[in-house]
């Protein structure tokens, strides 16, 4: 679990890198400075760690390229204590950086491999989310609902609306829809009936799968 000065030094010129491309953010950045990316991947690809790309992990699944971690961050408004559903843990990298801003994250990945091997590693680097699941990401976490914010790190071709129902009055869902490329989508609670929605641009993620069983 080593992190060296040369790899704190590439993290920091990735920071700043991220800030150029338009993050203002600085919890966001200072959460994407303290955690070790190289170390989610695959020590063979460790130069990849620090340029601002995804990368591919296991199960057919990626790591996020971090300005993307850090755009999704950034709209989410993350404040320390919120309750945060994230759809997709993946390496762990996002799930990271939301208890790096003192979010209560409760995360679902869908590959049981992946979401093996990503639970006994976050533990391992400290990273504790309240609640990690095994599962159905468009079926949400009702038991644990309603959540201040949930996120979504996958490209999903709607948006399930489960996840609109588990989302607090107030509370943001930042996702990625559509086929390929995704636009990133922002909606927000505003009544118990009513969302607004927003729209951010094109982004590509890996999709979203529905377990059909």
Known sequence: MEDSYRQQGKRKLL?????????????VLNAIN?????LFMDSSFEDHAYQDKAFPIAA???????????????LLQVKP?????????????????????GAKVYTIERQQKL?????NFLEQLGYRPKFMSFGD?????????????IIVTAGAPFIPKPLLSQLKVGGRLVIPVGED????????????TKFQKETFGEFRFVPLLEDKN
């Open 181 to 192: 490329p995704q636009i990133m989508t922002l909606l927000t609670r505003t009544t118990p």
């Open 34 to 38: 303290s955690i070790p990316r190289h």
């Open 60 to 74: 057919g699944q990626t790591i996020s390229q971090p300005f993307t971690v850090a755009f999704q961050t950034e």
């Open 15 to 27: 920071v700043e890198l991220i800030r150029e491309k338009g993050i203002k953010d600085e919890k």
């Open 81 to 101: 204590g919120d309750l945060i559903l994230e759809v997709g843990t993946g390496s762990g990298y996002q799930a990271a950086v939301l208890c790096e801003l």
């Open 115 to 119: 979401y093996k091997k990503t639970r």
């Open 137 to 149: 990401g468009y079926k949400g976490l009702p038991e644990y609902a309603p959540f201040d914010k």
